[in-house]
């Protein structure tokens, strides 16, 4: 007997997963045990227009994989850089479940994991945000991070100053207090976002205050990198996983081959979620890759979510 599997579109996954339910579900995740360590490593497949992703993972009762191209050239067309759709399936019969719009996904469950990483290392009083980029991960940053900080003003860095005046209207018209700006802004930032393709550092280091968060998602190559030595340096650390970050994530294998930072003080977020406040001399980064779990655990929250109330959405 044949079925047709239901397609969550990406109207869908916004609706019903708000930005502040989604952090809750990865904090809610990693608090029931979630290790990320356990996910098996991502699969690059290189093809003529850029590079095909395979991610998958299992957690608890669910099992599902992600399958993303990444096309470099995409967004001088007017497309995404990264495109995506996601299976979702049963674990104990791997009878797929759903297929999700992955690229939706991917834009909410980034941010999320961001949030819950400043919801655990900013400062309450955190109120000013400098994102560099002007996507989707720079739209949903901004999003995500403002429903865990009293965010009052968002300022954004970006290469294209027309993209970068788009998004400063978009985020205006959804209420937020933003304008454009440039570099140096991270020296009034109490939260840096860095959401870019770039290969090399966007800014001085040195900058930075103290108390500042900095994330960084941009990049997922162990050559590429958004930060510099000066700020990884001396700051506190934090990634997903501490074997996956020495193996992806450039911010870090560069840092960790310069001398600057020492593996064994880089924190995992398993670590940060058993701790609600931290003594802290000097900013903080989150480096983020993005691992299989996060599109599961958003994925899966999202499915049972439409399943307990099948009237809040439609599913195609």
């Not at 990264?82 to 999700?100: K, N």
């Not at 970006?158 to 209420?175: F, I, K, Y």
Request: net charge negative; hydrophobic share 50%.
């Amino acid at each position: 007997m044949s079925w047709r599997v239901p397609w969550v579109d990406a109207d869908t996954i916004f609706r019903v997963l708000p930005w502040v339910d989604a952090v809750e579900a990865v904090g809610l995740a990693l608090s029931a045990g979630l290790d990320p360590s356990a996910d098996p490593s991502r699969v690059g497949v290189p093809v003529g227009a850029g590079e095909l992703l395979l991610m998958p993972s299992e957690v608890a009762e669910r099992v599902g994989i992600k399958v993303a191209s990444v096309a470099p050239g995409n967004p001088v067309r007017g497309l995404p850089r990264i495109q995506a759709v996601y299976i979702l399936m049963d674990a104990a019969t791997l009878t797929p479940l759903a297929m999700l719009d992955g690229t939706a996904l991917t834009t909410v469950r980034t941010p999320a994991v961001s949030a819950y990483a400043v919801a655990r290392l900013a400062p309450l009083e955190a109120r000013t945000l400098t994102v560099f980029g002007n996507g989707p991960q720079s739209w949903g940053h901004v999003r995500a991070v403002s429903s865990v900080r009293p965010i009052s003003e968002v300022v954004v860095v970006g290469r294209d100053a027309g993209r970068t005046a788009n998004l400063v209207e978009r985020l205006r018209s959804e209420g937020c207090e933003a304008r454009p700006g440039d570099a140096e802004s991270v020296a009034l930032a109490d939260i840096v976002v860095c959401a870019t393709s770039a290969a090399t550092p966007l800014f001085d280091g040195d900058l930075v205050k103290d108390h500042a968060c900095v994330v960084a998602v941009g990049s997922h190559s162990p050559a590429d990198r958004e930060l510099d030595d000066r700020l990884m340096g001396r700051a506190m650390v934090v990634v997903e996983d501490r074997a996956t970050a020495l193996r992806e994530a450039g911010d870090v294998v560069l840092a960790v081959k310069s001398g600057v930072l020492n593996p064994a003080t880089i924190l995992d977020l398993p670590k940060v979620a058993a701790h609600e406040q931290w003594t802290l001399n000097g900013p903080t980064v989150f480096k983020s890759v993005g691992m299989a779990w996060q599109d599961l655990v958003m994925a899966a929250e999202v499915v049972k979510r439409l399943t307990q109330h099948p009237h809040a959405a439609s599913i195609a």
